[in-house]
């Protein structure tokens, strides 16, 4: 569990100004703009799938992790619960999700992708791969592997849970 | 202009699938969790200024740039103009922003913050501040500057716009 602590709190203090650092600078800036183009890259073939960023989201969360409880797959496709739930409920009745009772714990639901919610996501892969490629053109083997050691070092940092 | 080319379509088939990259491989995930986190560490004290995500942004962008044209404001803020428009008008009510017409094209608004908005923008930083310094806590200065250099590649890779 990490929370923004009181030495983050006093250290802002002495940070400088945000015309000072420059927006171009501020890392937060950079990814908001750089995530607010993948996204929009991948949305009209998402609305052509008839899909919505939860759906598409868990779709891809599903289709690398075998079964997960709600609450999880809301923490890894960065959904909220209440707007998951709705995205699930969707996707059930189109049958690209099933709902499952844990082995272990019968009170506890887990979700799994079925056969056509597979085929779904392997329809949408290309675009977001595509859009995936575009953002690290040019930019050398090494230097991409830097960034994603530096962006799970972060994730670290920020997140609330284990995963 | 960058579109997604014709080449990272074809590169795109040639991409091993999501679950060989690994979701913590997988850099437009990551970013993904990660906004997603600082987005809601800044959540709360913003609601209880009364701002929105649309409003602070803004706010925050004509914080370091003194006057912005509507279209250009939307694309730094990352917000929809339409969603962007009615932010502006709520700014300018609460006397956060003012409209005024471009000295050299009057058919052509640009929006400017006012002090009151200045003062609002200040008291937000420090949220934005500590939120920031948490990502990245116990990285060594070098590599935030590394990491900072490849998000403005990876911008110029995908934004539509010279800025």
């Given at each position: 569990?990490n ?15 945000l ?24 949305r ?16 891809a ?10 609450s ?16 699930l409920d ?8 099933r ?7 019968s009170?506890?639901t ?8 597979r ?8 675009s977001?791969?595509?859009?995936y ?13 830097k ?17």
């Amino acid at each position: 569990m990490n929370e923004s602590k009181p030495e983050d709190r006093a250290r802002a203090e002495l940070l400088p100004r945000l015309g000072e650092i420059g927006l171009s600078n501020f890392a937060p800036y950079l990814m908001n703009r750089i995530m607010g183009r993948y996204n929009a890259n991948i949305r009209q073939e998402m609305a052509r799938a008839g899909l919505t960023t939860p759906k598409l989201r868990a779709l891809a969360v599903l289709s690398v992790i075998d079964s997960l409880q709600i609450s999880d797959l809301a923490v890894y496709a960065v959904v909220e619960q209440s707007t998951l739930s709705r995205a699930l409920d969707q996707l059930a009745t189109d049958g690209l999700i099933r709902r499952e009772t844990d082995e272990k714990d019968s009170r506890v639901t887990r979700v799994a992708i079925t056969e056509a919610g597979r085929a779904m996501f392997e329809r949408l892969w290309p675009s977001m791969a595509a859009a995936y490629l575009q953002m690290f053109r040019g930019i050398p083997e090494e230097e991409q592997s830097k960034f994603v050691a530096t962006l799970q070092k972060v994730l670290q940092n920020v997140r609330h849970h284990d995963f």
